[in-house]
């Protein structure tokens, strides 16, 4: 169950981005020892105690005219209103200082629950380094180690029992649909015209959708949920507040939908940054539908639609599965045909394979394409599984891990692609060694 979201603050070099990774469960943001290494803000998903959430690590605050700092007290002021609840570090080593006292200060003056953790408290002995920051005047201060872990849950309990209890959006029957992409592709127009009506904001300025939004509607008699969320830009690139603070709603209706339409610019054609967009579904496990929309404005001849088809297979070479959609929101050509599709990759998403064709399917493409040998032996899989869906995740017991080449595991997922319909949905593929009797 989705709980909110915690922002953690604080000066450079306390450890923020060591305790975010120690959350998180993974090195996502770049810890070394000198301060200002993150001057963005970043995203992660925590869990506890049955509980998610959305993690945002931010840059180090300080009193001192340093590089990047106006840009990284922007970044921290938004992180603060997108969160439920703060969690402020402190450096239990190196005691309270003048930019604790700052950031304190600043967090008093906003309604939001914070919850103060002491890093660097490794033991007893320093345990009692942690008084002298009740002078902050904010929460009871938790002492603890982002590098060993020492009391890490202790402060996540804290942070949880500050969560607002009536956070969670009401969840609408039928499929859930997120609209995403790059800001200006069209998202807000696509959306009124699958619903026909005038429901979203439209506007050629960029950045003018915020918020997510679900809209629940009915076509053909079935439900659905559809989220225009704001458009995503990579991190770093852009410092205007309205478009950071739409990230992480554009993120969470992502982590909430069924199935994501990725918008691209027919008339703009595919940018970097809408491989970064993309990612973010792909990451998700999210089942994917490539919407080239404003099709209308392109001049057309009878090659047109092939030519741009194979440049969006080059440009998304790992979104080979996704079906692609011509449509002009403006015109509503073609339109029609998005809620057919969805239906379709929803459906594929959802597909569980019987074990034994599984098998049958695995041990037909050993033998008549096996692995390639590795210092004298080869990949080979013994026995085959689905152990879920949505997306459909596949466990191979093999004789050794190691020995799989990452070719040959995309090899085995196109031909699992291929005898049987999972197109739209990504596939994983987990191997493990196979356990002796």
């Known amino acids: 169950m989705h709980k909110g979201v ?27 020892d000198f301060p ?76 939001k629950p914070v919850v103060l953790a002491v890093n660097m408290i490794d033991d007893q002995v ?36 500050q969560m607002p209890k009536e956070i969670i959006q009401e969840e609408h029957e039928g499929i859930h649909i997120a609209v995403i992409g790059e800001p200006n592709v069209g998202k807000s127009s696509l959306v009124n015209a699958i619903l026909k009506e ?22 053909e008699g079935r439900p659905y949920v559809i989220v225009d969320t704001a458009g995503i830009r990579k991190r770093g690139k852009v410092y205007e507040s309205v478009e950071k603070y739409s990230v992480l709603r554009a993120m969470t209706a992502i982590e909430r939908c069924d199935v994501a339409l990725f918008v691209i610019d027919a008339e703009a054609g595919i940018r970097e940054q809408d491989k970064h967009v993309a990612g973010y579904a792909t990451e998700a496990g999210k089942p994917v539908v490539i919407v080239v929309n404003k099709w209308d404005a392109i001049e057309k001849d009878d090659h047109t639609m092939v030519e741009f088809t194979e440049k969006v297979r080059t440009e998304f070479a790992y979104l080979s599965w996704a079906p692609i959609v011509f449509v002009s929101a403006r015109t509503h050509q073609r339109v029609d045909s998005i809620i057919p599709v969805v239906d379709r990759v929803c459906e594929n998403a959802a597909r569980r394979i019987p074990t034994n064709i599984l098998n049958e399917v695995i041990a037909d493409t050993q033998l008549t394409n096996p692995a390639p040998a590795r210092n004298g032996k080869r990949f080979r899989v013994y026995y085959a599984t689905q152990v879920s869906a949505q997306p459909p995740s596949f466990v191979l017991s093999c004789n050794d891990p190691k ?21 739209g949905t990504p596939i994983r593929i987990i191997v493990r060694k196979k356990v002796s009797e």
């Not at 997108?82 to 200082?97: F, H, P, R, S, Y």
């Not at 005047?137 to 938790?142: A, E």
């Not at 005038?198 to 076509?219: K, L, Y």
Request: glycine share 10%; hydrophobic share 40%.
């Open 126 to 161: 320093h345990m009692m380094n942690i008084y002298e920051f009740y002078a902050l005047g904010l929460s009871d201060p938790i002492g603890c180690s982002g590098i060993h872990g020492i009391g890490i849950g202790d402060v996540l309990d804290a942070c949880m029992e």
């Open 6 to 32: 915690i922002a953690i603050v604080g000066r450079p070099n306390v450890g923020k981005s060591t305790i975010f990774n120690r959350i998180a469960g993974s090195r996502v943001s770049i810890v070394e």
């Open 36 to 111: 200002g290494v993150t001057r963005d803000r970043i995203y992660a998903r925590g869990e506890w105690a049955g509980d998610t959430f959305q993690l945002i690590d931010t840059g180090g605050i300080q009193l001192a005219d340093q590089p990047y700092q106006e840009e990284i007290r922007a970044q921290v002021q938004i992180a603060i209103e997108e969160a439920d609840v703060i969690l402020m570090i402190c450096n239990g080593k190196t005691g309270m200082t003048d930019d604790d006292r700052y950031i304190a200060s600043m967090l008093q003056k906003q309604t």
């Open 403 to 423: 020995l799989m080449h990452f070719s040959y595991q995309r090899f085995l997922e196109n031909s699992l692609r291929q005898a049987f319909d999972f197109e």
């Open 198 to 219: 005038e429901r979203s904001i439209v506007s050629n300025v960029q950045g003018t959708t915020r918020d997510a939004v679900d809209t629940p509607f009915e076509h």
